[in-house]
Antibody, heavy 123, light 108 residues
Framework: EVHLMESGGGLVQPGRSLRLSCTASGFTFGDYDMSWVRQAPGKGLEWVSFIRSKAYGGTAEYAASVIGRFFLSRDDSKSIAYLQMNSLTPEDTAIYYC??????????????WGQGTLVTVSS | DIQMTQSPSSLSASVGDRVTINCRASQTISNYLNWYQQKPGKAPKLLIYAASSLQSGVPSRFSGSGSGTDFTLTISSLQPEDFATYYCQQSYTTPFYTFGQGTKLEIK
């Protein structure tokens, strides 16, 4: 069974950093692209970042709202994706979800999600 | 960036009703459109991908249609467990897969 578990969330002061982890199980992690989506309290879903599988370069992409501050990496030997978040602001307060990117017949979707980890940025 | 706009933003309906939720893209996305369901306090769940393909395990009362810029999610006969918030997502511009703002489906 596919399982994704986020960790590392918590309360952090503005300007500080936090690293989130997404630990995967139940599938060959290295074969998949992975993505992070966040949801501010009472708001909708916002795509944050994406990392390709090593077969496609292992490179990452970012939403305009986090580019230059957030960095996504992966350790396929441990089946973990890391989201390093720097220079955090109150606008980064959200539940952060890790997702698996599925490609079926050329169509991408997020077929599995973790339970989410809450990041609160406040002084 | 491709903008996704859902309508309505909220909707009240009764068990057994047929419900449709709309999603419009700011430019053509062919059929690169997904639908998700989110219940309070839970992670979203994939319902439909490629505009009309039902994800494994999703009840057949859910269906999707559309192509180009206009899409629809239909629930043929609402069940109590269907009251949730629904999001569309375009998967046309790899990997910048933007979401609609959501449609909250409430019990009348």
């Amino acid at each position: 069974e596919v399982h994704l578990m986020e960790s590392g969330g918590g309360l952090v002061q503005p300007g500080r950093s936090l690293r989130l982890s997404c630990t995967a199980s139940g599938f060959t992690f290295g074969d998949y692209d992975m993505s992070w989506v966040r949801q501010a309290p009472g708001k909708g879903l916002e795509w944050v970042s994406f990392i390709r599988s090593k077969a496609y370069g292992g490179t990452a992409e970012y939403a305009a709202s986090v580019i230059g501050r957030f960095f996504l990496s992966r350790d396929d030997s441990k089946s973990i994706a890391y989201l390093q978040m720097n220079s955090l602001t109150p606008e980064d307060t959200a539940i952060y979800y890790c997702t698996r990117v599925s490609e079926l017949n050329g169509y991408a979707s997020y077929d599995h999600w973790g339970q989410g980890t809450l990041v609160t940025v406040s002084s | 960036d491709i903008q996704m706009t859902q309508s309505p933003s909220s909707l009240s309906a009764s068990v057994g009703d047929r419900v449709t939720i709309n999603c419009r893209a700011s430019q053509t996305i062919s059929n690169y459109l997904n639908w998700y369901q989110q219940k309070p306090g839970k992670a979203p769940k994939l319902l439909i991908y490629a505009a009309s393909s039902l994800q494994s395990g999703v009840p057949s009362r859910f269906s999707g249609s559309g192509s180009g810029t206009d899409f629809t999610l239909t629930i043929s006969s609402l069940q109590p467990e269907d009251f949730a918030t629904y999001y569309c997502q375009q998967s046309y511009t790899t990997p910048f897969y933007t979401f609609g703002q959501g449609t909250k489906l409430e019990i009348k």
